[in-house]
C-alpha cells in the first residue's frame, strides 16, 4: 500500500511556498486551493495568487487597496472593511485570481484597444496630416492621403512620440501594428519609416494632467504629463508599406489607460526640403480591455492605485471571452460614426468630412498626376 505524503502539512512554508510558486496557470492555483481545507488555508493566508500577479506584472505593487463593487449595495465596499482578516485574505486572493484569469483569457480573444488620439511629438501640416488619421485603416480616406507626418529635421536620430488614450484605464496589450506612409504622390514613391520602435504605457501624472489632455491641442507634444509604468524592448522597423506586426514577449498589462509609440531614428529624406520625416499611415494596439470588470483609481499624491472590482461583470465578460465573443478581424472596417466622434469631429470637419458621403478611393491614374510635398 503506497503511503503518501502532504508535503504543505510537513514541510516548511517557505518550501511549501516555492513548490506552489510554480504553478503559471491561474486555474492551477485555484484548483490547488480546492485540494482541501489545509491547502486551501494555506494558498489564500500567503497570498499565492498575489504573489503571482506582482511576479508577472510588477506594477501592481502599488496597489494600496482594493474595493469590490457589491451589486446589491449603491456603494463599493472596501475588500478589508469586514471584522475579519479571514474574509479579508479570501477576497483578496478572489480578486488577483480573477485578475490572472482575465489576462490569460485575453490571450484568445483579442480586439483593437485604441480608444482616440492624444497627441503627437511634432506635426508638419496640422490639421491634414493629424495623428488622427492614423485610426483610419487605409492610406485614402474623403479622396485625400490619409496619414501622421512628424516635422521635417536634419538630424536623422531625432525621434518622434505618438500618444494614444485606450479604451480603458486597465487593458491586456499582446501586440501594437503600424503602417508606415509610402508617399505614393511623390517621385519614386518613398517610404517614411522609423528606423525602430518602442512602447511605453503609463497613466498621467494628475488628474489636472489629465483634465488639460482633453484641451491639449493634438499637434503639441505630451509627454512630460505622464508616468510610465512599462517600457518594452527596441524593435527594429522595416521600410516596406505594409502593416508591421511587433508582438510583446509577454501580454503587458497597463495600467492608467494611455500609450507611448517612440518612433527612434529616420531613414528617409525628403527630395523638395532635404529633410528627414516620419510617416504613419495606421496604428492598433491588440489586446483586451478588462474594464469594467477592473478598473483603477490613482491616489494623489502617493500615485498608488485603488484596484476596483466587480465580481458580477467579471463573470459575464469571462463567460464572453469563453465564447469567443469580440474576436479580432482581419477585415478593416469604414469608420462609423461612433469611430469619427471618438477621433474627434472637429478634425473630420476641419478635412471636409460630411455625414452620409461615402469614401471615395483614387484611382492609380491620379496618383502619377501628383506631385506635393509632404
Known sequence: METHIDFVQWLDTDV???ILMCLKDPADVVRAGSVSRLWHEFVVTNGLSKQLCLGRFPQLSRIARITELDASAAE???VGSSNSNWETLKRDHEVYASLLQAIETSKSCRSDCIGYAVSASSTDNYPDESIVNTLIPRDRYLNRPSYWSSKGHSDLNAPETLIY???ADVCVINEV????????FQPGKPIYSAKSVRFRLGYPKSSRDESDLLQLPQQQPADDKFIWTYTSEEFPMTQENCFQRF???EPVLCIGGYLQIQLLGRVQRQEMDDLFYICICHVKVVGRPLSPAFDIEVLEPSREFVLKYNR????CMLQSMTNGGHQESNVPQTPSEGFVLDAGLLEYLLQGYQPGVEPMEWDEDDDDEMDEPL
Open 16 to 18: 511549501s511556498l516555492n
Open 76 to 78: 463599493p465596499k472596501d
Open 165 to 167: 488614450k485606450l479604451k
Open 177 to 184: 501594428d503600424i503602417q508606415p506612409f509610402e508617399a505614393y
Open 247 to 249: 508582438n510583446l514577449p
Open 312 to 315: 458580477d461583470v467579471f463573470g
